[in-house]
């Protein structure tokens, strides 16, 4: 059994996916094996699609960016998931004239646009370049409150921050992107990791030199291990974060 790993380099860390290949999926051309399915109509209720968006916050933005949270007060209320989604646009256009005024490059932004109908407690998150102080941010959105902080890493990244805005909702999620951001795509091998070396990684899930030596200046964070019933097959997902000087 031949065994296929996807790396993705993200700002400071590593993910990598190790699955296990059939030999006609290993005569797919490289352009095809690298090409990634960006998640369709930005629907953050699919597994791949959080995925999808944790490595592209971690690829594209840094401690020097912003998380900001935005509420409605009364009598601003959007009727429609529509008025919501142009709501967010609105403060994004009003950002980007604010920068270009004082002199910034154009936002680069992620934002998680949350409705649920008829209900108070809607609220949104966009994760936006920084350059704006947060009382200026504040004014700009002008309908509610809205609570801006500086990003801030863990040994995880920003993975705590991206669970948060994309938990399951009862109501509709969705995303929508600056087009100045950098896609995450995967360097892909299928002769990096022999069967026997992912078996070795499944019985050691914790032993970090297994890393260390493919990846110097990586540290191991987490290493989930699953096997398919079926064909006895081992999925591996692995993330590593970059060591600090």
């Not at 863990?154 to 999620?173: C, H, M, Q, R, S």
Request: a positive charge; aromatic letters at 10%; hydrophobic letters at 30%.
């Amino acid at each position: 059994m031949a065994y296929r790993v996807k790396e993705y380099f993200c700002g400071d860390h590593l993910e990598l996916e190790i699955f296990p290949v059939t030999r006609q999926q290993m005569k797919q051309s490289r352009k095809d094996k690298k090409k990634e399915t960006v998640p369709k109509q930005k629907n953050l209720n699919d597994k791949n699609a959080k995925k999808y968006l944790r490595r592209k916050v971690h690829l594209n933005f840094t401690n020097d960016d912003i998380a900001m949270h935005l509420t409605y007060k009364p009598g601003c209320l959007p009727a429609t998931e529509e008025e919501a989604r142009k709501d967010v646009r609105n403060f994004i256009r009003r950002v980007n004239y604010y920068r270009k005024k004082i002199g910034l490059p154009p936002l680069k932004y992620i934002a998680v646009i949350e409705y649920e109908e008829g209900k108070t407690q809607l609220h949104h998150h966009i994760i936006m370049s920084g350059g704006v102080d947060r009382d200026t941010l504040e004014e700009i959105w002008g309908k509610g409150r809205a609570n801006a902080d500086r990003l801030k890493s863990d040994e995880f990244g920003y993975e705590a921050l991206v669970n948060y805005i994309t938990k399951d909702p009862k109501g509709k999620k969705r995303w929508i992107s600056s087009k100045n951001l950098k896609n995450p795509e995967p360097n892909v091998s299928d002769y990096k990791y022999k069967k026997n070396r992912v078996i070795e990684i499944a019985k050691n899930p914790d032993d970090t030199a297994i890393f260390e030596k493919n990846y110097p200046g990586y540290l191991l964070t987490t290493c989930k291990i699953k096997i398919n019933d079926y064909t006895a097959g081992i999925h591996l997902e692995i993330k590593l974060r970059k060591l600090k000087d």
